[in-house]
C-alpha cells in the first residue's frame, strides 16, 4: 500500500560557515572534474550501448524460443539489462549529466526510464526536489514516506504490521516498480495536474506521459497481438522478470540511505541543526564506493554521498571522489558511511529489524530518565 502524498515539509538548513565542507569538496574536485569530464561522458554512452545491446539480444533470444526454464531466463536478463539503461545513463540525464544539451538529457531520461515504464519527468522532479533536497526526512523525502507497510525512521508512527517488515520487506520491493508504474505514476500525475497545471496538464507533458506507457507496453505486452503466444505463460513471465528487476533496483538504492549508521534528523520547527552538505554525509552510505566493478554495473548509486553532494557530474568519476570525501569529512569529524555491498544490504535488513519494534510511548521514556539534581543556590 502507498502512501497519499501531503504537500512537503519545506526544512531549514543551517547557513554554511566558509570554508564549508560542501566548498572545500568541490573545490578540491574541480580541476579532476573538467579535464575528465568529456571523457566520462563518452564512457557513459559506451555503457549505455553495451547494455541495450545485450537487452535486446536476450529480448529477441526469448521471443525466438520455445517456451520453458530457458525463455524466463532470458526474460529476466534481458529485464535487468534493460534496468540498467535508467540506472547507467537515464539518472545522469535527470541531473543534466549525461549530455551538455538540455534536449538530449531529457529525451534519454524519458527513454530509459520508459523502458521500465517509469514517468521519468515525474521522477525527476520528485527524485530532485524531495529526495536530494531532505533526504531522510520524514514528511519531505518520498523515498522514506513512500508506504506505510515500511516503518523507515523513528519518526514515523508503528503500525503492529511493521512487527514483520525485516520479512516482507523484499517482497514489496518487488512490487515496487510495477506499482509505480501501473498506479502510483497516475496518481501523481493528476496531483501535478491539479497543483501546477501549466507545466503538467499540457498537451505536450500528456503525450509524455502516455509515450512512456507505450515504450514499455511495446514490450510488454505487444508481442501477444503479433506473435503466436500463450497469453498466460507469457504474462507469468513478464512479470517474473519485472518483479526481478524491480527488486534489483530498489535494493541496490535503499541501503544508501535507510541504512543503520545513517542519521534521520528530526526538528519539530523545521529548523535543522547543520547546514545541506553535512546533512547529505549524515543520511549517505557508500557501498564499494572506488569499486570500477560496482560503477560499471550501477551507475555510481554506490558512491552515493558523491552523487548527492555533486549530481550534475557524470557517475564514471565518482570513484575518485570518494577519497576527497574522506578526508574532508574527517576534518570536520562527520561520519563518512562506507561499507562493503554486503555491509550495505545486512545494515538496511537492521535497520528494518530496529523499526520493527513497538517504542515505547514518551511517558515511559521519561519515567526511565534519571531525575537531574537541583544545584543549590
Known sequence: MMQAQPKPRQYRFQKPQPPSFLERVRGRAAAMIRADEAAARRSIWIKAALWAVIGAVAYGAMLSSEPGVGTIGLGILAALALTMLPINIGHDAAHGAASKSPLVNDLLMVATFGVLGISGRLWRHRHIHNHHMFSNLEGADTDVDATILLRMTPHHPW???HRFQAFYAPLLYGVAVPLRVYVMDWYSLAI???????????????????GTKAIHLSLAIAPLFVLDLAVLPWLGGYLISYMAASTLLTLILVGTHIHEEAAFPHAEDDRL???????????????????????????????????????????????????????????DGLPYHR???????????????????????????????PAQPIAAE
Request: aromatic share 10%; net charge neutral.
Open 273 to 331: 541543526e547543520h547546514d545541506w552538505g553535512q546533512h547529505v554525509v549524515m543520511t549517505s552510505c557508500d557501498w564499494a564506493p572506488e569499486s570500477r566493478i560496482a560503477a560499471f554495473f550501477f551507475g555510481g548509486l554506490n558512491a552515493h554521498t558523491s552523487h548527492h553532494l555533486m549530481p550534475n557530474v557524470p557517475h564514471t568519476l565518482y570513484t575518485r571522489l570518494s577519497p576527497i570525501l574522506q578526508e574532508e569529512a574527517e576534518r
Open 192 to 210: 501535478a495536474r491539479k497543483d501546477d497545471p501549466a507545466k503538467w496538464a499540457t498537451p505536450r507533458m500528456t503525450a509524455f506521459f502516455i
Open 339 to 369: 561499507m562493503s555491498m554486503f555491509g550495505m544490504l545486512a545494515g538496511h535488513y537492521r535497520h528494518l529489524r530496529a523499526m520493527s519494534v513497538r517504542p515505547e510511548p514518551v511517558a515511559a521514556q521519561a519515567a526511565k530518565t
Open 159 to 161: 503500525l503492529p504490521i
